[in-house]
Every structure is written in structure tokens, then in C-alpha cells.
Nanobody, 124 residues
Framework: QVQLVESGGGLVQAGGSLRLSCAAS????????MGWFRQAPGQERDFVAA????????YYADSVKGRFSISRDNAKNTVYLQMNSLKPEDTAVYYC?????????????????WGSGTQVTVSS
């Protein structure tokens, strides 16, 4: 297991940008694929973006393609989510997750470690 701590959330106006960070503990961060998920009030938690262990492969939900970008720095044990052109419907708690398995990184049940989340609020 790896411990994950998200940061970078906050309140931003529509059209603005935020960069979320997820810091991981442990020496084996580079062996994990990482994902970002989000949960809006009263809704289920949904996939946002994922990145493989080396950063060479990324996946995005259709709703964020072209606006969000996931990246990682294995030397810093950190994964990032750059969010541009934010919309009110992006308002949610954003969670970082880690998995040692490959495969369908957009599927939540494959992730064994989760952070506690960071709130992102986009005002209209």
C-alpha cells in the first residue's frame, strides 16, 4: 500500500485553472499507475484521468479531454492534475488513487490506495 495526500484544491471562477497534486509515500511510487477520480454532491465517484507507471500512457474521461492534463514526477513521488477552462460542473471532491496492476485504469475497483480528497469548487 502507498499513502496518498492530495492538495491544490480551492475556489476558482469558471474559465480558470487549478493544479492538483498528489504526494505519495513509499519508495515504490514508480511501480504504481495513478488515477484521479471525482465525486460531486449526491453523485457517484467518477473517473477523471489516469497515467501509467512511466507516464507514457494517459487516459481521460470524455468530459475533461482537452481541458485536463495528468502527469507525474517519479523523482518527487507526485502525480499532478492540471485543470484548465474549468466549468461549474467540474465542482467535486477530487481523489487520487494508486494501483499496482495495469489494465483498465479507468475502473475504480482496480485501485487499492486512495487519498482523502481535495475540494474543487468552480463558480459561475
Amino acid at each position: 500500500q502507498v499513502q496518498l495526500v492530495e492538495s491544490g484544491g480551492g475556489l476558482v471562477q469558471a474559465g480558470g485553472s487549478l493544479r492538483l497534486s498528489c504526494a505519495a509515500s513509499g519508495r515504490t511510487f514508480s511501480t504504481y499507475a495513478m488515477g484521479w477520480f471525482r465525486q460531486a454532491p449526491g453523485q457517484e465517484r467518477d473517473f477523471v484521468a489516469a497515467i501509467n507507471w512511466s507516464g507514457s500512457v494517459t487516459y481521460y474521461a470524455d468530459s475533461v479531454k482537452g481541458r485536463f492534463s495528468i502527469s507525474r514526477d517519479n523523482a518527487k513521488n507526485t502525480v499532478y492534475l492540471q485543470m484548465n477552462s474549468l466549468k461549474p460542473e467540474d465542482t467535486a471532491v477530487y481523489y487520487c488513487a494508486a494501483t499496482e496492476t495495469g489494465g483498465q485504469l479507468w475502473v475504480q475497483r482496480g485501485y487499492g490506495s486512495w487519498g482523502s480528497g481535495t475540494q474543487v469548487t468552480v463558480s459561475s
